[in-house]
């Protein structure tokens, strides 16, 4: 079965400075993976995914992710924080056969603040 | 807006009522997933429809859910005699035909047990 990690409930980072949320995962064969932000007393906004191709994702709001079969890890990325970015951050994983499972696996999630 | 839409936005009932949530996916999308979200936690995967066909269920969807999306488009999601732990954020999200495509979400159905 296939799980995701986020060792971070909470990170805190200044306006302007660079942010990471990390994220790992475990899953059989090559994963399909995603971020997804939400607000509160909202749904989950996509952000981005990882199919396959390029270790670095480029998505939404100027998020990108990087991924790293090694470390098995998927951590999301922005160069400058904004105040507006602060929000729940969830990491999710699908497994990549079209015969299998199509839900997708979420991290715990990791609140953001950015402080102005 | 051409969304995912989920009615209501909230429900407050006693402990052993019965409740019905309602989602329309994105009209072109024929996938539809529904998820229970509870405070602190991510979503968790309850059950998941392909058109009208339900393909798969969670262990967590217990005999007291029941789902059903009858002519592909909305899914309604029933809960019979409701218990203090079904209180969660119940999500609804749809996918397009195609395995890249991403899951999108509606804003969910916040139920309150009394």
């Known amino acids: 079965a296939q799980s995701v990690a986020q060792p971070e409930d909470q990170v805190n980072v200044a306006e302007g400075n660079p942010l990471t949320v990390k994220c790992t995962y475990s899953?059989?064969?090559?994963?399909?993976l995603f971020w997804y932000v939400q607000y509160p007393n909202r749904g989950l906004q996509f952000l981005l995914k990882?199919?396959?191709?390029?270790?670095l994702v480029k998505g939404s709001y100027g998020f990108e992710a990087e991924f790293n079969k090694s470390q098995t890890s998927f951590h999301l990325k922005k160069p400058s924080a904004l105040v507006s970015d602060s929000a729940l951050y969830f990491c999710?994983?699908?497994?990549?056969?079209?015969?299998?499972?199509?839900?997708?696996?979420f991290g715990s999630g990791t609140q953001l603040t950015v402080l102005p | 807006d051409t969304g995912v839409s989920q009615d209501p936005r909230h429900k407050i009932t006693k402990r052993g009522q019965n409740v019905t949530f309602r989602c329309d996916p994105i009209?072109?999308?024929?996938?539809l997933y529904w998820y229970r979200q509870t405070l602190g936690q991510g979503p968790e995967f309850l059950t998941y429809?392909?058109?009208?066909?339900?393909?798969?269920k969670s262990r967590l969807l217990s005999d007291r859910f029941s789902a059903e999306r009858p002519k592909g488009s909305f899914s309604t999601l029933e809960i019979q005699r409701t218990e203090q732990g079904d209180s969660a954020m119940y999500l609804c999200?749809?996918?397009?035909?195609?395995?890249?495509?991403?899951?999108?979400f509606g804003d969910g159905t916040r139920l309150s047990i009394l």
């Open positions: 999200a749809s996918s397009a035909g195609t395995v890249l495509g991403p899951q999108h």
């Open positions: 899953v059989s064969g090559n994963p399909y």
């Open positions: 990882y199919i396959t191709g390029d270790n």
């Open positions: 999710a994983v699908r497994p990549p056969s079209s015969g299998s499972a199509r839900q997708l696996t």
């Open positions: 009209s072109e999308h024929n996938r």
């Open positions: 429809f392909q058109n009208e066909a339900q393909l798969e």
